[in-house]
């Protein structure tokens, strides 16, 4: 058998850079697999303000995740960059079959994220973090006193939408349906909600833009009316922010690991999966708040509980 590392954490985003950092400084023998590059969702944003002690002059992801890797780097972590094909986590070793070879280790970490749902309109790709958003929490802020869109009708679209008109001139939510489907309570609030609109039966069919986002075409899904949005030329660009779901990257572990009824990963408190020796960390967990602070969070608290796995197997 080749190699049997302590650990092996399965994504390079916050939640497994943090693990590789804190299970490094424990001196655990530590492999990093990560397909593409470092950072996951956080890899794609610009601008970054509410990460603890983050460079006040400004922080993007990619500067961000740059530091965290030479951090787990530093502390002895190896790295590969490979498409992990299957897990085999029951028992010992675990073994992680890979496209370009094959690992074991005592402790396996979970920590390939999610993705968020796409808005699905026409040239979406192009204007991620240039107008285009999934995270109200992270970049509300950037709108302040500018017209923003929300699409969703569900709990975190209505939640999201009230919280954006704190910053925004204006909120207006477009959904596909005539009515909202997040709880009665939730909407009650949203519609005595001041600065908050609604443009119902409505799916954005296209974005466009110079290299930031100026104009959007909706359509009405019941009349097939299709109306144009553009920005005031005094703004130069307005907001798109999706909330129409997330998808965890879990599907590898299906059938192995407990999972909600969305393909979240259930653990305790501590990242326990249901199986001795693996833990998942970051946003491929169930839990109620997805930032790269709570990711790393994650992280840390998964190494140090596989280094107590590990040490009690001595």
């Known amino acids: 058998m080749d190699k049997v590392y302590d650990v092996i954490i399965l994504g390079a985003g916050p939640a497994g850079l943090a693990a590789g950092l804190y299970s490094g400084r424990a001196r655990l023998s530590t492999l ?3 397909k593409a590059q470092d950072g996951g969702q956080i890899a794609i944003t610009d601008e970054i303000e509410n990460y603890p002690g983050q460079q006040l002059e400004g922080e993007s992801g990619p500067s961000l995740v740059a530091r965290m890797t030479k951090q ?5 972590c190896e790295r590969v960059s490979d498409l992990v094909k299957s897990v085999e986590l029951e028992g010992q070793p675990k073994k992680v079959v890979c496209a370009n070879g094959e690992y074991h280790a005592k402790v396996v970490i979970l920590a390939t994220g999610a993705n968020h749902r796409p808005i699905g309109c026409k040239n979406e790709e192009r204007f991620v973090g240039r107008g285009i958003s999934f995270c109200a929490t992270c970049d509300a802020d950037f709108f302040e006193d500018l017209p923003v869109y929300v699409v969703g ?9 009230m919280y954006l008109t704190k910053f925004a001139r204006s909120v207006t939510l477009i959904h596909r349906r005539n009515e909202l489907r997040a709880v009665k309570s939730i909407q009650e609030r949203a519609f005595r909600c001041k600065g908050l ?13 110079d290299d930031i986002l100026q104009k959007m075409v909706v359509r009405n899904v019941k009349t097939g009316e299709l109306t144009t949005v553009e920005a005031d030329p005094d703004d130069g660009i307005f907001g798109l922010f999706g909330f129409i779901g997330m998808i965890p990257t879990t599907d590898l572990f299906a059938g192995q690991v407990d999972m909600d009824e969305r393909g979240y990963i259930v653990t305790d408190d501590d990242m326990h999966t249901n199986i001795e020796g693996v833990y998942a960390a970051g ?7 997805k930032q790269v602070v709570t990711a790393c969070a994650d992280g840390a608290i998964a190494a140090m509980q ?7 197997m001595k």
């Open 197 to 209: 609109d609604f443009m119902w039966d409505s799916v954005v069919d296209e974005v466009d833009g």
């Open 153 to 161: 009708g569900g709990d975190a679209a209505v939640e999201e939408a």
């Open 283 to 289: 946003d491929l967990r169930h839990k109620s708040l």
């Open 32 to 34: 990093i697999i990560e």
């Open 306 to 312: 596989a280094n107590g796995y590990i040490s009690e």
């Open 72 to 76: 787990a780097e530093k502390f002895g």
